[in-house]
Each structure stands twice: as structure tokens, then as C-alpha cells.
């Protein structure tokens, strides 16, 4: 199982990032850069041990909103892209406002639902219009792309609508769903920071985001990096959690999980 | 020994058909007329091969038989003994491609007719059992579709197919992406099962040789608009085998049914 070939595809990314960390250091410590301007590896990882309370307390909220805004557009996106299979009316009606909230940058959008939305509300909302779109594309897509002579079949066999929605639909574009939850995994991820962001310094949040803008404003530059640094952790490991599942439930069937042997 | 006219049917004969269209034509939203106008009658337990170029109709034919469209005019009568009990079903399509759900295993394949027609779970099990041990797939039961090769797919897509005990099966050139040798075998099989569960059989084909080979009844369609050309009746002793394969007599009917089919691709281009 393990041939050299794997080692390699696990080791080169490692010696990289191992590489990435020392020529850091050493820029900080050949140019005696103060902590202020450019923290070390070192400092940054001392930093999230010392600050640990209020940085995870601050992760535990960002993660809260990421969720909330992740099962928002997963269930919005899912929905929508039901009632669009069902009705060409509907989706005819309601697509086009579906691409212009996707390709609208939601920084921009973010300030405006602070004004009018509590502070909660108005970032898992930011992270719903983030990660809604991908749900609603591949799904629409998934369920479009139904063997034709499957569907015969089931109308040949008096399928009724429910019934070729739940066994024939909804399995073929589960691949495709899956494919469209795990981009809209890290992009609620982006919702909920940007939104943070925006809200800044008057907001009343304490998420990582939050923290970021605020030790921005204290010259706490290595918290920054600390706080940054979780951030990145917390997207890889949503990313990876959906890639499981993903797999989980596709491996029995899908090309996409299928090991080169088969 | 060969007849080369149309069949003329008598009144007695016309309770004993399984399937019959009078002046089907299928005209498409594009304006293309795919089809007809086709007179068939398929008497019940005949094996029948409708054979042609591609592009001639024959798919549409059995679409319209299995009522997955309508005709454009003309009528389509199926003709069925089976009692109206829950979860059977008159009719039994096989598609080219074996048509299964990859997500599900082979026996949840075979039992879909029952799921969508909400049968007991009891009286299937015992059906598709059958139906798996009619095709040689019991020890696969509860393998994927991707662990199998093309032809034992093909195997489950006809149990599929059989398991609501159909009157009628109709099969769209089911086995004309296999390789040759499982489609030999496939032929056999299908012959046998034909001999023993004595269902009717339309079987779409353009390959002279299957057609021959299989059934009791060609009938080359002409190039678009599909109409019947010209029937043959292969009156060859049953049951067939491999000997009949290499037999001079299976020649003899091969070289006549080409000739037939000559002029759907005498000078045609793209056809």
C-alpha cells in the first residue's frame, strides 16, 4: 500500500512547510525584526498557548457561526434547487437573483445587513449568501443529470413523482450535492470572517475574526498570527471532515471514490 | 422454407396477439418523422427481431409498445393474461446499456419494480431470488454494479427485467456493446430462458446474425421513416445451440436476410 510514490506525496509537502518555518525564523533573527512588526515561528506558537482562553473561546464562536451559515445554505441550497427541479416556472422566476447575490462580493453586502440585522443574525446570514450558491449550482446540476433510460424505466414501472425524487433523483446528484457541500464548507468559513470584519471593532462579537481586527488595533501582532494561524486549522479540518463523509458515503458506488486498482 | 411475405392475420388469430400496432407513426417536436406508418402484430410467445440501420425507428417502436411515448397517430394495443396483482407488471424492457442504479446493490437493483409498486417485501424476496438464479447471479446478490463485468450487468438488468413475470419482454440491442463471446453466451441463455418461461420477445437488433440466430421472425425496417421491409420466418428446429451457429442452414437464412437489408445502405451516406 505505502510505495514509495505515497511517501513522497506526504513527505514533500511536510519538507516545505518545515523548510517555510526556519527561513521565517531566521529572516526574524538575521534582521532583528521586532516582535511587533514580524513575530517568530516560536513567539506565534507561545502566543496561542498563553492566549489559549481567549483565542478558543473566540474559535468556539467563529466555528458556532460557520455551522450555523454552512446548514443554512446546505438546506437553503438543497431546497431551492428541489423546488427549481420541480417547477421551471419557479427556477425560470428565481435564478437570476440567485447569481446576482453569489456574484455581488459579499464585503460589500456585509455592512448593510449590520445596519439592519442583530449582529448574530446578520453573519450567519453573510455566511448563508457565501456558500448557499455552490449547494443550489451542483445540486440543480445532480439532479439534471439522471440516466434517461432510468427515468424511463421508472415510468415504465409507474414510478410517482415523490418516488423517482427519493430513489432515482436524489441518489444519482448526491455526488454532486456532496461535491457542493464541501466548497461550502470553508466558503461559510469566509462568510462568518468577513462579516466579523465588517462588524469590527463596534461589533459586540468575540469571534477570531473579531480578534484579529482587534489586535490589529493593539499592535498585538503575534495574536494576530495566532488568532490567523486557528483559522486556517479550522478550514482545513471542515474541509477534511466533508472530504470524509463525502467518501463514506460515496465509496460503496462513485467513480470519484474509487482507488486505482478497481 | 423461407417466407418472404407479410403475415396476414385471421380473425382467430388476433385474441392470440400479444401486441399489435395499426398505422403507428411517431413525428417528432423537430418535424423529423422518426417512424412509420408501422402495422405489427406479435403473436403471444413468438420471438421476434426487428432489425435495421441505425436511425430507422426500431428504438422508437419499442418505446412506444412499452408506452414510455405516444404515437403520433395510429394505435398501440398490449395484450396481457397477467392477473393485476401488486407488484406485477406486463411488460419487461432491457435497454442497451444495463441501465442500473450504481448506488444500489444487485438484488435492490432487481427489486425495484416491487419498491415502486409497493409490494410485500415477502413475496419479492422470493421473485428476485428466481429471477437471480434464472440469469446465474445468487452468489452476486449483494455485490455493486461496478464489481461486475459488462456482460453479468447486462444479466442483472434482465433479471430486473423478469422478475415481475412479465408477458412481454423488450429488449433495445441489449447485448451489442458486450464482446463477442458473452454475447454468444447471453444468446443461449436468453434462448433457454425463452424456451422455459414462454414470454413473448421483441427483440431490437442490427445485427443480421443475432437476429437470425434468435429469432422466430425477422423483420427488416427500412431506413427513416421506419416501415416494415421485408419478414422472414426462421424455421429453423428448436431448440438452437451452438451447432445451429455453424450450420449451413443458419448461413443460408444469414445470406438472405442481408440481401434484404441491402438497400438501407446501397449508396446511402451517414446513414
Known sequence: ???????????????????????WEAI?????????????????????VGDWPVLSQSLGVTL?????????????????????????????????????????????IAPLLLIYLQQGTAVIVC?????????????????????????GLFQLYGASRLQTLLFLKLPAALPYILAGLRIAGGLSLIGAVVAEIAAGSAGAGSGLAFRIAESGYRLNIPRMFAALLLLSVAGIVIYGVLALISHLLLRRWHESALGKES | MIAGSALTETEADAADLAVRLRGVTKTYDTGVTALGPLDLAVKRGEFVALLGPSGCGKSTALRLIAGLSAPSSGTVEVNSHGAARRGSHPIGFV?????????????????L???LAHAARNDADARIDE??????????????????????????????????????????????????????????????????LHKTVIFVTHSVFESVYLSQRVIVMTARPGRIGTEFRITAAEPRGEEFRTSAEYAAFCREVSNAMAPSYAGQAGA
Not at chain 1, 70 to 75: E, S
Not at chain 2, 100 to 107: D, F, I, Q, Y
Not at chain 2, 161 to 176: G, H, N, R, S
Open chain 2, 113 to 115: 419494480p416491487f419498491k
Open chain 1, 64 to 108: 458556532l457561526t460557520t455551522l450555523e451559515g454552512f446548514i443554512a445554505a446546505a438546506l437553503g441550497g438543497i431546497a431551492l434547487a428541489l423546488l427549481f427541479n420541480q417547477s421551471k416556472w419557479l427556477e425560470y422566476s428565481l435564478f437570476p437573483y440567485a447569481v446576482i447575490l453569489q456574484v455581488t462580493p459579499v464585503i460589500a
Open chain 1, 127 to 151: 455566511a448563508w449568501i457565501v456558500a448557499f450558491f455552490p449547494v443550489l449550482s451542483n445540486t440543480t446540476l445532480g439532479l439534471n443529470s439522471v440516466d434517461r433510460n432510468l427515468a
Open chain 2, 131 to 196: 429471477a437471480l438464479d434464472q440469469v446465474g447471479l445468487v452468489e452476486f446478490a449483494s455485490a455493486y454494479p461496478r464489481e461486475l463485468s459488462g456482460g453479468m450487468k447486462m444479466r442483472v438488468s434482465l433479471a430486473r427485467a423478469l422478475v415481475t413475470d412479465p408477458d412481454i419482454l423488450l429488449m433495445d440491442e441489449p447485448f451489442a456493446a458486450l464482446d463477442e463471446i458473452t454475447r454468444f453466451r447471453l444468446n443461449n441463455d436468453l434462448l433457454s430462458l425463452w424456451r422455459n
Open chain 2, 95 to 111: 435497454f442497451q446499456e444495463p441501465t442500473l442504479m450504481p448506488w444500489a446493490s444487485v438484488r435492490d437493483n432487481v427489486r
Open chain 1, 28 to 48: 526574524v533573527r538575521i534582521n532583528d525584526i521586532k516582535p511587533y512588526v514580524l513575530p517568530d515561528p516560536l513567539l506565534v506558537l507561545k502566543t496561542l
Open chain 1, 1 to 23: 500500500m505505502k510505495s514509495p510514490q505515497h511517501i513522497v506525496r506526504f513527505l514533500a509537502p511536510v519538507a516545505v512547510f518545515a523548510a517555510g518555518i526556519l527561513l
